[in-house]
């Protein structure tokens, strides 16, 4: 994965509740600050270390550049152990990441991605203070403004949800298991910059996601997770990016996000990313043939807020 001896990479839990993680940082450890990572539904936390065509992911160069950069996995999905499913909500999830996360020192900047953005708004609030700025890609809404999900039918052994424009079968046991045809339409859609000759190997990567999860990220019977202490994060710096081929995620809807966060008293900015000269982006961007511009386009407004922060301190 690291080919080189300037990172070094470690993998175990991250705190007390047993939250897994891939840690990579520069190898002398002289490091200025710490981005997390967490993924989005039917992936883990190794969504941001390698792209489906074999390159460097977002988490390492981001480490390449001398940060360290921290990517978990959801309690009870992927390496992180498991959860009965009586237990396992997006509650416990943000829950267990905050409590992880309050365990590092320095400044915390915090990524998430789609269903983990959904969840991750939860996080932030229970990091306030802790957090310099939110990174939302493609982000999932907080149940505050998220609508209801659209039921088709509901029977006693399953009920059929509209999922990306696909009926989608949920089982009152087990996890929601997506078919390709499903998957396909919701993270690669019509995009351009996924590397479709990867498409069969990254597909049958996916993970199922767990019952309770699903049905809060599609706000079942208004479910979502919510924000619950307005004006927590107030004066924390929001970037929320969104490519063009996303059909989830179209300009208005994200950029409504957006407008709910300043009205929390977040400092919030919209990135769409056609207005960059980039084009052709789905849900899985930072896995998409150029993810290495997108990244650079972010750490550019990074840096740029970090240097209007230090001159007028």
């Known amino acids: 994965m690291i080919e080189d001896a300037c990172l ?24 200025a600050r710490t981005h997390v990572m967490v993924h989005g539904g039917m992936h883990t936390g190794a969504c941001w270390l390698r792209t489906p065509d074999n ?25 992180s152990g498991y959860v009965p499913p009586e237990k396992l909500t997006g509650q416990l999830v943000a829950d267990q990441i905050a409590a992880a996360v309050k365990t590092l020192k320095g400044e915390i900047i915090l990524w998430t991605h ?3 953005g959904a969840i991750g708004w939860r996080i932030a609030e229970l990091l306030a203070g802790r957090l310099s700025r939110l990174i939302a890609i493609a982000p999932g809404p907080p149940g505050n403004i998220q609508p209801v999900a659209k039921l088709i039918s509901q029977g006693p052994d399953r009920l059929t949800m509209e999922f990306s424009g696909v009926p989608l079968d949920v089982h009152p046991n087990g996890p929601v298991v997506l078919s ?18 990867h498409t069969d190997s990254y597909l049958a990567g996916l993970q199922a996601v767990p019952r309770q999860l699903f049905l809060e990220r599609i706000n079942f019977k ?19 990016v969104t490519g063009d081929s996303d059909p989830d995620h179209p300009p208005a809807a994200d950029s409504a996000i957006g407008d709910f966060l300043t009205e929390q008293g977040m400092i ?34 990074i840096n740029e807020t970090q240097k209007t922060n230090t001159t007028t301190n």
Not at 55 to 79: F, K, M, N, S, Y
Not at 180 to 197: D, M, V, Y
Not at 228 to 240: D, K, Q
Not at 287 to 295: A, K, V
Request: charged share 20%.
């Open 268 to 301: 919030s900015r919209f990135v769409y990313l056609p207005e960059h000269d980039i084009t052709g982006n789905g849900h899985m961007m930072m896995l998409e043939q150029n993810s290495d511009q997108i990244l650079d386009l972010i750490a550019v407004i």
């Open 114 to 116: 789609s269903m983990g």
């Open 180 to 197: 390709h045809e499903a998957a396909r339409a919701k993270l690669i859609g019509s995009s351009t910059q996924f590397p479709r000759q």
């Open 8 to 31: 070094s990479k470690t993998s175990g839990p991250l705190g007390l509740d047993g939250v897994y993680a891939d840690i990579i940082a520069p190898a002398d450890t002289d490091f």
């Open 222 to 240: 208004g479910q979502q997770l919510r924000m619950l202490t307005p004006n927590a994060l107030a004066g924390t710096r929001v970037l929320i």
């Open 55 to 79: 390159r460097e992911g977002w988490a390492i160069r981001l480490a390449r550049t001398g940060d360290r950069v921290i990517c978990v996995d959801w309690p009870g999905c992927g390496r």
